[in-house]
């Protein structure tokens, strides 16, 4: 009975959701079903993907032990937390800075320009970037190494041998690439605040250092608590473009370019065995479900209603 | 206490529908499979009954009786702007004889490997597959990737066990059955570099002299002088002093699994590479180039193929694995037609990386492995078909004079240079760059190789799985760098072996001991 009233109440709301819950349903839950992979051996006699899935032997847990195996669990451990760590305060703070100061632009051209210009890397492909990257830092021909170093008077740099260089050079990438969507993401919070706020201070004699500290921000924290909360879900999973285009595969960085991602991928290249892959998947998984659990409890202890659940 | 129970419900009803999509996926499939299993028994039968006939002169009659079917091949090498030409003409005779149709996949040969895992796991519709034994030949077999050709090639191999050296389909066997037919082409191997013979006569270099690879160095250095702008010796991953084919190393199987045997040698040792005192010197020796600025200096990290960077015209010398002639066949490929030498720089070996060093294997995807045999067998016999796929048209990409072809100016469009990877290659036409009698050449390099001791074995890897998954991972990170000469010798590969051994070399090496002794045991 409720539930026809319910119905016909919100149908058309139902409709509406109904691509995006078909969406969510046959890409995010559906292959959840694969986790199974990760505890078995795979192998291929038969055509049909599902049969082989059925065939193929139980092995527990024998697939994980790769992960821990190694001396490089703690190298890549390390290296995907602290390099996400970083990037979510950078794509903080940077892109929320760069959105007050577009809003503040008078010129409206001057700033769609910029916002245009600053939003361009986003949409170009790791490969793309790689290359870019590439031509800037290439030992003979590179820019860096051609022209700009000799301007300083400093002798040419083995880039993708400096292993102490890996640790900025890729921040700053993936700020590049990345700021222009987080920034226009945090520009679209700041035209929704209503005006009046900015009225009502104006009148109380408020200067526009004051109206960011004061307004703009607390009134954006719900966004970037959110943006944060989900980007501490995905602490576990590395930028795979970032971490295997951007150095090359040049196996002297690895002590610093080396993720859970790559380290996955190369042993997948290695071994072509989707078992081992499934099981670091699965790893990952939990470990981001886990922190966005705990992160969502400690936001609540804080403030109830910016809690994301 | 009502919204819990409304969550519960929705999350309910999400597992129903999510397992019933599943199980419409499943039954569909699962109809799908059995129809082809009873299919194929039936055109089995029709070809077994005309088969008798088509053998000599009726294969139009054979054909009409098949169904039209698609093959896919995938081989490694560079995209050709004209093959959709050459599959053409293919595809038109492939009608005839076996009303057959293809489609060819070359995948660039720097995402070979990873580009074939992901297809193989993935389960694309392939029917065809180069693979090798350096090419993850048994971890595919093992996975079940391939079908056993055994009943294959007695019904549609006839004649590749006719006319194949018996000791190739003996050598590529895997617990005793094969998964892929090998080429018929050299048996045996050798090493040594490729260099710019028409550079080397300007500058006055006497390449007769350079007999180890510590003779290059006075060699490179002149070069070096004379040409500033040229890179003396272009190396990169898997193509260097240290590769398998230039230090004689034998891997007993994949080539990425440590422990190795020399192949020229009575040793029946298995050891480390980092043990084994041929490595570690070549490893000095590159290191001394590099600093000397004969080499690369973006070899840890390029992704350009060698041949490649030969093709682009400023590079004097490439490390190759040799046969007679592969510095004329390689001028072909290149565009540097008489201006390419070789030097073998080891000795001639065979061992299973020979006999199972290029084979097509059928994929256990494929819908028609009848007919991807007929076709493998075509390649093996058909002269036309055989050099229609690795020369292109006749008088549209080469001329023909009875056995030596000229390339057109059109031969730009399609050289993929991989006539060694499909069929037979003694039905080849020879090139008019090439020695006229190169195929009496090849019969005599195949006399008289030492015969690895590790010749017909494979190394089985599921028990050390986790190590070698976790070691695959370390080598990335230290092999290509150390054997291409870009990071210092000692320090680097005293890291390197460490890290190995905490992650299980030893475990490794000692099981592929153990399999090897056995093997030897029973022989």
Sequence with gaps: ?309 | MVKAKKSALLLMVLALTSSMALAACGSKDDDKETKTDTTTPATTTTDDSTKTDDKKDDAAGAASDLKPYKLVMVYPGGAQPDEAKIEDAMNKYLTEKINATIDLQPIDWTAWEDKVNLMIASRDPVDIFFTAQWTKYAVNVAKNAFLDLAPYLDKYGQDIKTELDPAYLEGSKIDGKNYGVPTNKELAAQGGIVYRKDWADELGIDMSAVKTIQDLDAVFAKVKAAKPEVTPLYLLKGENFDAHYFGNFDALGDTSIPGIILKDSTETTVKASYDTQRYVDTLKITRDFFNKGYINSDAATTTTMNTDALKAGNVFAITSSLKPGKDAELAASTGLVGKLAQIELNEKTVSTSETSGSMLAISTTSGDPDRAMMFINLLHTDKYLNNLLNFGIEGDHFNRDGEIITPTDNAKNYSPGAAWMFGNQFLNYVLNSEAPDKWDQFKKFNEGPKVSPGLGFVFDSEPVKAEVSAIVNIDRQYQVALETGSVDVDSVLAEYKDKLIKAGVEKVIAEKQKQFDAFLASK
């Design chain 1, 1 to 309: 009975m409720a539930l026809t009233r319910n119905l016909r109440k919100y149908g058309m709301f139902y409709l509406m959701l109904l691509p995006g819950f078909l969406i969510l349903l046959v890409n995010n839950y559906i292959p959840m079903l694969g986790v199974v992979i990760a505890f078995k051996e795979m192998t291929y006699p038969h055509a049909n993907i599902i049969m082989n899935f059925i065939d193929s032997k139980w092995v527990g847990f024998e697939n994980f032990k790769y992960l821990f195996k190694t001396s490089d669990a703690w190298v890549i451990t390390r290296n995907t937390l602290l390099y996400n760590s970083l990037f979510i305060v950078l794509n903080l703070v940077i892109p929320v800075a760069f959105a007050i100061m577009l809003n503040e632009l008078r010129n409206k051209y001057l700033a769609r320009f910029h916002q245009s210009i600053i939003f361009m890397p986003y949409i170009l492909s790791w490969v793309v970037v790689s290359y870019l990257v590439y031509g800037l830092l290439h030992d003979k021909n590179g820019f860096v190494n051609t022209t700009l170093l000799p301007f300083f008077g400093i002798d040419p740099v083995q880039w993708y041998f400096k292993i102490h260089a890996w640790p900025f050079i890729l921040p700053i990438v993936n700020t590049v690439k990345n700021v222009g969507y987080y920034m226009v993401l945090y520009l679209a919070a700041i035209i929704g605040i209503d005006d009046e706020y900015y009225e009502a201070a104006t009148i109380d004699g408020a200067g526009k250092w004051q109206q960011i500290l004061k307004i703009t921000l607390p009134l954006l924290m719900p966004v970037i608590i959110i943006m944060t909360l989900l980007q501490i879900g995905q602490i576990f999973r590395a930028d795979f473009g970032l971490f295997y285009q951007v150095p090359k595969e040049s196996g002297v960085l690895f002590p610093v370019t080396n993720v859970i991602d790559t380290y996955v991928y190369r042993t997948f290249l290695a071994m072509g065995d989707s078992g081992l892959s499934s099981a670091a998947g699965l790893y990952q998984s939990t470990v981001g479900f886990v922190l966005v659990f705990l992160s969502n409890w400690f936001v609540r202890r804080i403030d109830k209603d910016s809690a994301l659940f």
